[in-house]
């Protein structure tokens, strides 16, 4: 299993929207992954290489409130999380960065974050 793999399963299990690798369109509300940062190996002292990669989170859906809803959900399923996104290992997820956005042309509003993975495992 590769870590996007495990983050599409446990946002499965963790979120009541649809869950996307890139935004189709045909079904809200929608939380759409895009990775952002390949993984960065990292050394911290008494540990094996540790892998950093960060994935964009992208709330959609027709109403603000509704958005600010679904990105909590996202939140609250991942920031802090450890040990494994649905059975891939992980050490642990934390939010980096939160900001509103609007699609003009869809008229979609738009949650967008940033939450960083660390893993020992290939993505």
Do not use: W
Not at 63 to 71: E, S
């Amino acid at each position: 299993m590769q870590l996007e793999e495990g983050l599409f399963n446990y946002l499965k299990s963790a979120v009541s929207a649809s869950i996307y690798g890139q935004l189709r369109g045909d079904r809200l509300p929608a939380v759409v992954y895009t990775l952002i940062s390949d993984p960065v190996t990292i050394s911290l002292c008494a540990v094996d290489q540790i892998h950093e990669s960060r994935y964009q989170i992208d709330c959609y859906t027709r109403k603000y409130q509704q958005a600010k809803q679904l990105a909590k959900q996202v939140i609250q399923a991942l920031h802090n999380h450890t040990n494994s996104l649905a059975g891939y290992p992980i050490q642990r997820v934390l939010l980096e960065n939160t900001m509103d956005g609007f699609e003009d042309n869809a008229k979609l509003h738009r949650q967008i974050l940033t939450f960083v993975i660390y893993h020992n495992g290939d993505t």
